[in-house]
């Protein structure tokens, strides 16, 4: 599994962009270039379960490993879902389950730094490398159109 990283500055505090990474409206606009229905059940707390779903209750899921309002947002990706249900660990699920998705937001003069780190397997990196700069840039428009 190798990390990648991505950053994106953003003319707007990192308070505005945290609503706008974790609001359910925004999450939901800002993650379409991962899936088009892209959705997350989580109550949002440390050490609570997150769904990732594609909007048919497939998809991942995981644990929050870290939550510190307005700086990070860590995720620990665990297994796969199916039809609303988390399927039993395989050899593929192996290869990949316990990858970190990490977001850090750092601000400075009233702009922010989104720093996000995934790790991934090698055949999903050409998918993670045309995504996240989609996604991101979603996270900046929807973040400074709304900062007045």
Do not use: C
């Not at 953003?10 to 409206?25: S, T, Y």
């Not at 997350?40 to 309002?69: A, H, R």
């Not at 699920?93 to 991934?120: C, F, H, M, P, R």
Request: proline share 4%.
């Amino acid at each position: 599994m190798k990390t990648l990283k991505f950053t994106q500055k953003i003319n707007a505090p990192k308070e505005r962009v945290w609503d706008v990474l974790w609001g359910d409206d925004s999450y939901k606009a800002w993650t379409k270039p991962f899936s088009p229905d892209s959705n997350v059940k989580t109550d949002w707390q440390e050490g609570s379960s997150v769904w990732f779903t594609d909007g048919k209750e497939s998809g991942m899921y995981g644990v929050i490993n870290k939550n510190v309002p307005n700086e990070q947002m860590t995720f620990k990706h665990l297994g796969m879902l199916k039809d609303g249900k988390e399927l039993p660990t395989d050899e593929t699920t192996e290869s990949w389950s316990g990858a970190i998705e990490d977001y850090q937001l750092k601000e400075q003069n009233g702009v922010t730094n989104l720093e996000v780190s995934v790790d991934t397997l090698d055949d999903h990196q050409d998918f993670f490398d045309d995504s996240f700069p989609k996604a991101l840039g979603i996270v900046k428009d929807l973040s400074e159109k709304n900062n007045i």
